[in-house]
């Protein structure tokens, strides 16, 4: 029911978007959505509740959001990639970027707990999100896809992302 009302608050706001029911390649209700990056084709987040913790947590549920920003990254490019995620990482206030090493799979990940009784104030908290992630993907995926291409080394991608405070 939370995905398909957050589907029309998307479909409300015209953002391209696409409930999945479960028996569509995966066995959870799944919500595709478009963000709005500047990155050609634009990416697709998948919205899902993480599934079997219900019994542990009394009033919550747990969204994740996920963007693949890319599938099969050269093994001899994945430790300068992991490593460049994990630096940008400790400087975010929603991480995380990751990389799976074994086969290469460059994504963003985020969790969300969300209470069962609020979901008014959950959208909004939603909707925020959505932009925030829209916005770190713009501002860091040219980094990461510039080492992955070799057109930077690792130390270049450090300096380009490092963040000044003070």
Not at 43 to 48: G, K, N, Q, S, Y
Not at 55 to 65: P, T
Not at 68 to 97: E, K, Y
Request: glycine content about 4%; proline content about 6%.
């Amino acid at each position: 029911m939370f995905l398909s009302e957050l589907r029309d608050r998307f479909v409300q706001d015209n953002i391209e978007c696409a409930l999945k029911q479960a028996g569509d390649g995966t066995p959870f209700e799944r919500l595709l959505v478009r963000l709005p990056t500047d990155i050609q084709p634009q990416p697709v987040m998948e919205m899902m509740f993480i599934p079997g913790l219900e019994e542990e947590v009394e009033d919550a549920r747990f969204l994740q959001m996920f963007v693949t920003l890319g599938q099969n990254v050269p093994m001899a490019r994945r430790w300068d990639l992991i490593r460049l995620s994990n630096h940008i990482n400790v400087q975010l206030p929603l991480p995380a970027f990751g990389c799976l090493a074994p086969n290469g799979l460059f994504y963003y990940k985020y969790v969300l707990a969300l209470s069962k009784s609020s979901f008014q104030n959950d959208q909004k908290v939603l909707m925020e999100l959505y932009y925030m992630i829209s916005f770190l993907i713009d501002k860091y995926f040219p980094h990461f896809n510039a080492l992955v291409a070799g057109e930077i080394t690792f130390e270049q991608a450090i300096e380009a992302t490092r963040v000044n405070i003070g």
